[in-house]
């Protein structure tokens, strides 16, 4: 563990935020064309018929809370757009608050008001309401210091958050563990970095302003909100963390998604609901990241600005959630369909998206790239010339279909279903690379005890959920049973929770196995909760097969348990966002755990193997990297990827049905060659990905 620890900061964490990360995460989530970098003018926006404001009341508690307003207008065709920095702001009675031109409201005092709107001819009323300005205000460490610190940089891993800290002053990582956090702020140093006395000369004031040196540089400006947040909380004797203070549990981002024109700006509101059922404003306190800054860019205080065309999405994050807005800005006005009809629901939900973004495909492939295509992403291996004959001199209009139902062993005729040993090999060897059944790990009767084993299954096109849950609860000799080769794979339960997430969910644990998980909702708790799911689990030596030597058998342990890094309690095994299973009353934990990952109610699961399917016919993920499946890096197409793993669950998780509802549409059966706009583009499927021949194609 403290061998890994080094090298996964440097990794996760090479500069504050998000920038060790903004690179993979911008080309996964946003594929503008090769010319979109290049500077949009400014956008010129309709006419509005009509403007809404979000939020349509404000109520002030205290002179620390600000509330964002935004305006939209709409136009006759129900497009709306942002005005918040082009309207103006009129309150009455003067003094109860202020209204920044950014649509900023900040308390002035006690009272009730009511804010207009203006713009051009258009107006509207927003009632304001400011309690408990002048009573002391109280200012919570975990809900209101945190954040601050969160936002200035501080809790970055490059940063007071790294593995030593900086300059002797150590904090957890973006405020994830406010506990951790209260005692070097406030009582390490002999109390240096606090003064009750003067509080205005507290060295965190003083060093984030840089009224004296710090190496990070400054943080803020000493008028600034998050100064007076710091400095009220040290005025008021600096209050620990409260048993009873709430939570924050979710967020809400306004507008969750949009379509504008480049150059177009943007401001977001982002709203936290509390575990006490409380809501509050805390757009002024999050972190803002571009995942695909070709086509958005955004400010720390949250205004978008679009500048390039295509989609991609901005990252919002506070206290350990995470939230997306989406950003679509179209290339034309119409698309061009000539010659492209839908043959099943992947084009349907595959010509949305280019009819959202203007984009239009490219001609369909001839029939000797089909079959090349073909054979190569259904069987690993390239067609036979009499096989090429026979399908170039076909007049069927229907032999592409056929093909495909012939290459999977579809058609219901032995004759016909005649690739049966090319199709189990060739995915027993995509998804034994995919577990890691080498000799390495395995030694040679293991590797081929399980590879073997998985030929079979998908020789008899076993459902997927049933080859998964009997990997996950295999027991035994691994030279008898196959499957219990995984348990050689990885053999602590960490490693085991890690492996399971990523193969058979494709979400990434291991960043919670040290902090919160940067860009996810998973915890320490989270993690080690999937982890005690393989606590009982051990191995054995045995001598059954002699002289063969290396045998050993996975089996069960009457009791195992996982404790938390930091509470040094025991985790209860738990489904990732689930309720804890009752161990009393399950032998094997593997079983619970195997059904929860199949389960048709957790879309994890089939989400996870149709984006991989995806990935490997189309040559790039619906998400990318395909093993990287979470809220903060969002599908190319949610809607194709909802409807491929529906069609996966109903067809009783059935790899085949899946390959062919891929194969046979139009989409995979575009050309290559790339239009000159669109060259660049890899995730809008307008043309077909080429991608590098594998290595067993050549044997």
């Not at 575990?275 to 800054?293: E, I, Q």
Request: glycine content about 8%.
């Amino acid at each position: 563990m403290t061998g890994r620890l080094p090298l996964l900061l440097a990794v996760c964490w090479l500069v504050p935020g998000l920038d060790s990360f903004a690179s993979a995460a911008g080309s996964a989530a946003a594929q503008p064309a090769a010319t979109d970098s290049q500077p949009a003018e400014a956008a010129v926006l309709p006419a509005a018929t009509r403007i809404q404001v979000q939020p349509q009341t404000v109520e002030l508690s205290g002179p620390l809370e600000l509330v964002q307003l935004v305006v939209s207008g709409e136009n006759s065709t129900d497009q709306a757009f942002d005005l918040t920095r082009d309207s103006s702001y009129q309150v009455e009675p003067e003094g109860v608050v202020s209204v920044s031109p950014a649509g900023r409201v900040t308390p002035l005092a006690n009272g009730e008001a009511t804010i207009t709107v203006l713009s051009g001819e258009l107006q509207a009323v927003v009632p304001v309401k400011v309690i408990g300005f002048e009573a002391s205000p109280g200012v919570s460490f975990r809900n209101d210091v945190v954040p601050v610190l969160s936002r200035a940089g501080c809790g970055g891993g490059a940063c007071h958050a790294s593995q030593y800290g900086k300059g002797g002053f150590k904090l957890s990582l973006l405020g994830f563990d406010p506990a951790s956090d209260y005692e070097p702020i406030v009582r390490d140093r002999r109390q240096r970095r606090v003064s009750l006395l003067r509080p205005e000369d507290s060295l965190i004031l003083r060093k984030a302003t840089m009224q004296v040196g710090h190496g990070g540089g400054k943080r803020f400006d000493e008028d600034s909100h998050s100064y007076r947040v710091l400095l009220r909380w040290i005025e008021a004797g600096v209050p620990p963390l409260a048993k009873t203070e709430p939570i924050v549990n979710g967020l809400e981002v306004f507008p969750t998604s949009r379509v504008y024109q480049p150059g177009q700006l943007q401001q977001l509101r982002v709203v936290a609901s509390y575990s006490d059922g409380s809501t509050r404003d805390v757009t002024a306190a999050c972190m803002y990241d571009s995942l695909g800054d070709g086509v958005a860019q955004v400010t720390a205080e949250g205004l978008v600005n679009t500048v390039g065309r295509g989609q991609a999405a901005v990252m919002i994050r506070y206290m350990g959630q995470a939230r997306l807005t989406h950003v679509l800005v179209p290339f034309a006005d119409s698309v061009d369909l000539t010659g492209f009809e839908p043959a099943n629901f992947v084009d349907e939900n595959v010509l949305l998206l280019w009819k959202r973004l203007g984009v239009s495909p490219v001609e369909r492939c001839d029939d000797a790239t089909f079959i090349r295509r073909a054979f190569l992403d259904a069987l690993g291996t390239l067609p036979k010339p009499e096989h090429v004959r026979e399908f170039l001199a076909s007049t069927d209009p229907e032999k592409r279909v056929k093909l495909v139902d012939e290459l999977l062993g579809l058609t219901g005729d032995p004759k016909r279903d005649r690739f049966e040993k090319e199709w189990s090999a060739w995915w027993t060897l995509k998804w034994g690379d995919l577990i890691r059944t080498n000799r390495n790990k395995l030694g040679a009767g293991g590797m081929w005890a399980f590879t073997n084993w998985m030929r079979t299954q998908f020789r008899e096109n076993r459902p997927m959920d049933e080859f998964v849950r009997e990997i996950i609860t295999a027991q035994g000799s691994i030279y008898e049973n196959g499957p219990a080769n995984y348990y050689r794979i990885a053999t602590t339960p960490e490693d085991l929770a890690e492996a399971t997430a990523q193969v058979f969910l494709g979400v990434r644990m291991q960043c919670a196995r040290c902090h919160h998980h940067p860009f996810e909702v998973y915890s320490q708790q989270d993690y080690y909760g999937l982890a005690a799911f393989f606590t009982r689990v051990t191995t054995k030596p045995s001598v059954q097969f002699g002289a063969l030597g290396g045998d050993s058998v996975v089996r069960l342990k009457r009791s195992g348990s996982v404790k938390h890094p930091r509470s040094r309690k025991v985790v209860p095994p738990t489904p990732l966002l689930g309720e804890p299973i009752d161990e009393s009353q399950v032998r094997d934990l593997r079983r619970p755990l195997a059904e929860w990952i199949t389960s048709p109610e957790n879309d994890l699961f089939a989400r996870n193997v149709v984006n991989r399917m995806w990935g490997y016919l189309m040559g790039t993920g619906l998400v990318e990297p395909i093993d990287d499946m979470r809220a903060t890096n969002p599908p190319s197409n949610p809607e194709l990827l909802d409807a491929l793993a529906k069609f996966f669950v109903e067809s009783g998780y059935d790899l085949r049905q899946l390959t062919r509802a891929i194969m046979t549409s139009e989409v995979y059966q575009r050309s290559s060659q790339p239009t000159e706009q669109h060259a660049a583009s890899t995730r809008l499927y307008l043309h077909y990905n080429v991608k590098r021949m594998g290595a067993e194609a050549l044997l």
